[in-house]
Every structure is written in C-alpha cells, then in structure tokens.
Antibody, heavy 125, light 107 residues
Framework: QVQLVESGGGVVQPGRSLRLSCAAS????????MHWVRQAPGKGLEWVAV????????YYADSVKGRFTISRDNSKNTLYLQMNSLRAEDTAVYYC??????????????????WGQGTLVTVSS | EIVMTQSPATLSVSPGERATLSCRAS??????LAWYQQKPGQAPRLLIY???TRATGIPARFSGSGSGTEFTLTISSLQSEDFAVYYC?????????FGGGTKVEIK
C-alpha cells in the first residue's frame, strides 16, 4: 500500500532554514510527480510546490518562490522541501502528496491521490 | 491566480439527508477540479477528480458535477463518517489553488 511519511518539522526561528523529507513506499516513486501542500493552524489548504517524476520541472506558489526548493532523490524514494528565510506565516503542517496517474491530470498538473500525515513546522522566536 | 470560492462555509445537515456543496472558479478550469475530504487531525483524502470521477474506494453516495467555473459535490445520504471539511482544488493552471472549504456538521 502507498505510504508517505514526512519528517523534519520542528520549531525554528524566523530567518533560519529547515529541510523536510517525505519517504515514499508502496508505489514506483520515480514514475510519480509529487506535491507539497501546507495548512496553517485552523486554516485551509495551500499548495506549495510540485516536482515532476524525474525532477526536471518544478513549480512554486508565489508565497514561497525564491525561498523554498523542492527536490527529490529517486534512488532513495524521498522527496524534499528546503525552506530558507522562514517567516512566521510559514508556520503550518506540511503534507507531501503523490500525483495520480494520467487520468487524474490536466495538461498542466494532477490531483493528488495519496497524502502523508504531515509534519508541523513552527516559526517563532 | 485562479480563485476558488466555496459555499456555504458551514452546512448543517442531519444524518441521512442530502448535502450539496458548491465551488466556483474565477475563470474556467475545464473539468480539472478535485474534491478532498479532511477530518480533524487527519490528512486530506481525495474523493473526486476530473470534476465527476470518484477516486478509488470512495462510496457511490459521493458524486461530483460541473465544468468550467461551477462545480458541485453532492453527498446523497450523509453518514456519521461524512461530517468533515471538504475542499475543492483546481489543477488546470499553476499555481494550483484550493477553495476555503465547507464544513459539514451535524444538525
């Protein structure tokens, strides 16, 4: 069965960096695009970034562009999110999510058929 | 950026009744619309993709309709496990965007 397990969250001071990881299993990781989505406490969902199956294409929300970097290591079945210059408004639970197959997709992107349980990032002094 | 607007924000429904949730896009997203369910303390779960196709394992009481800018999620007969927050998401254009959510609560 598909499993996505996020790690790396914690409390960090404003301006500092943090790297999140998402360990994937139960599917062919190197065949799937992957997303990061976040949710601030008590708020709705916000899409953060996506990376294509081979890492060649990446897109970001404007709110994180230039500060966050999505990457993947297909040899380790792991997705990453490097977060730099963190701000209080980046405080959220961060979810990784797997893209569905072709039928789940537009010409641009795809809906996410499996999600991890999330890791909490708190940016506070 | 495409703005997704969900209504109502909260829907009070009795078990066994029908629930109708709406989602409007600020510009056409064709049929590239997904619905997710989220329960407290849990990750979102995909219910519907392509505006009307149920995801794997989703009961038939969930149905989606619409295209372009107007979409609907219908739960035909609410079960206790269906009380949750529901989000729509467009994946037609970057940035991908979610609606603000509709909370379905017990009346």
């Amino acid at each position: 069965q598909v499993q996505l397990v996020e790690s790396g969250g914690g409390v960090v001071q404003p301006g500092r960096s943090l790297r999140l990881s998402c360990a994937a299993s139960g599917f062919i990781f190197s065949n799937s695009g992957m997303h990061w989505v976040r949710q601030a406490p008590g708020k709705g969902l916000e899409w953060v970034a996506v990376i294509s199956y081979d890492g060649s294409n990446k897109y970001y929300a404007d709110s994180v562009k230039g500060r966050f970097t999505i990457s993947r290591d297909n040899s380790k079945n792991t997705l990453y999110l490097q977060m730099n210059s963190l701000r209080a408004e980046d405080t959220a639970v961060y979810y990784c999510a797997k893209e569905g197959g072709a039928e789940y997709c537009s010409r641009t992107s795809c809906s996410a058929d499996y999600w991890g349980q999330g890791t909490l990032v708190t940016v506070s002094s | 950026e495409i703005v997704m607007t969900q209504s109502p924000a909260t829907l009070s429904v009795s078990p066994g009744e029908r629930a109708t949730l709406s989602c409007r896009a600020s510009q056409s997203v064709r049929s590239n619309l997904a619905w997710y369910q989220q329960k407290p303390g849990q990750a979102p779960r995909l219910l519907i993709y392509g505006a009307s196709t149920r995801a794997t394992g989703i009961p038939a009481r969930f149905s989606g309709s619409g295209s372009g800018t107007e979409f609907t999620l219908t739960i035909s007969s609410l079960q206790s496990e269906d009380f949750a927050v529901y989000y729509c998401q467009q994946y037609n254009n970057f940035p991908l965007t979610f609606g603000g959510g509709t909370k379905v609560e017990i009346k």
